[in-house]
């Protein structure tokens, strides 16, 4: 799923997607698209995170998906509506992650997920550094695109 002519992937979504589910409601284990484990949260997730299969993110794997609502298993995958995007960059890179649900996403998800990022920024920094990555990481805000 890339933009024709520029190279880079298009990251507004289209109103529904697959996700398929890699981390499970309150996981601690952020896996890549192998299934290797790529991260511990110091905190538990408190939704489900997968990827969209067919995408590209700036850091060349799948586009990141939030899927909110009860927790789901891993490797299921589920064609939900995305609601919102949260706005991350990820050693340098673009690295959006699409919140799908089946409603908008409401006040104490809203919060859920911001805070949910903000530890999310400091500790994949640290991270970066220990892997020897440059480039700026951070988290911009979730943006809501249907209400």
């Excluded at 511990?40 to 993110?57: A, D, H, I, M, W």
């Excluded at 805070?115 to 979730?142: C, M, P, Q």
């Amino acid at each position: 799923m890339t933009a024709p002519g520029s190279g880079r992937p298009p990251y507004r979504p289209p109103a529904r997607v697959d996700v398929q589910i890699d981390a499970p409601r309150f996981s601690f284990l952020k896996r890549d698209d192998r299934g290797a484990i790529d991260f511990v949260s110091p905190l538990p997730c408190p939704f489900n995170y997968g990827s969209v299969p067919g995408t590209r993110s700036g850091d060349g794997d799948r586009i990141d998906a939030l899927v909110l609502g009860a927790r789901k298993p891993r490797g299921l995958v589920r064609q939900l509506p995305v609601v919102a995007i949260v706005h991350f960059t990820d050693a340098g890179e673009l690295d959006p992650k699409w919140i799908c649900a089946a409603g908008p996403l409401d006040l104490v998800a809203h919060v859920q997920v911001d805070a949910f990022f903000r530890v999310y920024a400091v500790a994949k920094r640290a991270l970066n550094r220990a892997r020897g990555k440059s480039g700026e990481t951070r988290y911009d805000g979730i943006e809501l695109l249907r209400e």
